[in-house]
T-cell receptor, first 115, second 113 residues
Framework: EAQVTQNPRYLITVTGKKLTVTCSQNMNHEYMSWYRQDPGLGLRQIYY???????DKGDVPEGYKVSRKEKRNFPLILESPSPNQTSLYFC??????????????FGPGTRLTVL | AQSVTQLGSHVSVSEGALVLLRCNYSSSVPPYLFWYVQYPNQGLQLLLK??????LVKGINGFEAEFKKSETSFHLTKPSAHMSDAAEYFC???????????FGKGTSLLVTP
């Protein structure tokens, strides 16, 4: 089944404790992206990657890191989480060669709480 | 930069009534426009997309949207609401040369019996 998977789905942590949220897709998509969703703000892009070893900042990259060592994986790293990073996080991927009108496929989300 | 504005953070309709969710876009290049739906505790799912092939776009679950360049709008409609349509709906835009998908703030649709 074609899908985007994220782990963990739920995470409660404390300020300053490094964490990684994994994202994996099995559709051989070039493009992958991370979004955060906050009430009243919609989805905002954190980072994106056009292909292996190619990443770039989105609208709200502060406090986050990403890496793209393999085409299928795009982990989101919070080196020192803070309470303002409490949010619902989504990973998405799409096939880029056809053009920017291609659908982005979303993972199920990771609900992160930073105490 | 491309952006979208969704008018109305909450919309309530009766079951069987017309659903109209509003989205206006801003783009200096021909836009690619999308509507996504998010059911409770789930990820986003594509409803439909506009790619300049046709101004009236039909999507899944009976939804459709019409691209109106003169009004810079891409409103989502469904003739008859079902209880199962209750969800959060997001309009999004992407430019011809950009990679980011810019989302609106979302509209929560409530369907009452």
């Amino acid at each position: 089944e074609a899908q985007v998977t994220q782990n963990p789905r739920y995470l409660i942590t404390v300020t300053g404790k490094k964490l990684t949220v994994t994202c994996s897709q099995n559709m051989n998509h070039e493009y992958m992206s991370w979004y955060r969703q906050d009430p009243g703000l919609g989805l905002r892009q954190i980072y994106y990657s056009m292909n292996v070893e190619v990443t770039d900042k989105g609208d709200v990259p502060e406090g986050y890191k990403v890496s793209r060592k393999e085409k299928r994986n795009f982990p989101l790293i919070l080196e020192s989480p803070s309470p303002n990073q409490t949010s619902l996080y989504f990973c998405a991927s799409s096939f880029e060669r056809g053009g920017p009108y291609n659908e982005q496929f979303f993972g199920p989300g990771t609900r992160l709480t930073v105490l | 930069a491309q952006s979208v504005t969704q008018l109305g953070s909450h919309v309530s309709v009766s079951e069987g009534a017309l659903v109209l969710l509003r989205c206006n876009y801003s783009s200096s290049v021909p836009p690619y426009l999308f509507w996504y739906v998010q059911y409770p505790n789930q990820g986003l799912q594509l409803l439909l997309k506009y790619t300049s092939a046709a101004t009236l776009v039909k999507g899944i679950n009976g939804f459709e949207a019409e691209f109106k360049k003169s009004e810079t709008s891409f409103h989502l409609t469904k003739p008859s609401a079902h209880m199962s349509d209750a969800a959060e709906y997001f309009c999004a835009v992407r430019g011809n040369s950009g990679y980011a998908l810019n989302f609106g703030k979302g509209t929560s649709l409530l369907v009452t019996p």
